[in-house]
């Protein structure tokens, strides 16, 4: 249990499990620098995608993320496996992440 927020963690999102483990289990001891420094890694390519949402998202202590607008709403994301949802909720529409403007929008960041 979250003692912060109360909430259990029941499931680890694929994201966060051991690569070489089939059983869930999170990376703990010497491979949570690593596990750490790729978290981060997809928190800043989600925020590439959320800007053009004016959200943006940030790792919290390294087990879920905050997600928020930018008139300061908040929501707290368990996982990325439900980040759509939770933008849905704060847009207030419906997104779609296979969007062709969103796309092409990346493919020219990209370069």
């Avoid at 979250?2 to 999102?13: A, G, K």
């Amino acid at each position: 249990m979250c003692i912060l927020c109360s909430d259990f963690i029941t499931q680890v999102h694929w994201t966060d499990q051991r690569k070489e483990s089939t059983n869930g289990e999170v990376i703990i001891g010497e491979g949570q620098r690593e596990r750490q420094r790729e978290r981060l890694k997809r928190v800043q390519l989600c925020n590439e995608i959320l800007a053009l949402y004016k959200l943006k998202i940030r790792d919290w202590n390294g087990s879920k993320f905050i997600l928020e607008d930018a008139k300061g709403n908040t929501r707290i994301v368990h996982d990325l496996g439900v980040l759509w949802h939770d933008v849905q909720e704060l847009v207030g529409k419906a997104i779609n992440p296979l969007d062709e403007y969103l796309i092409s929008t990346m493919k020219n960041k990209k370069g």
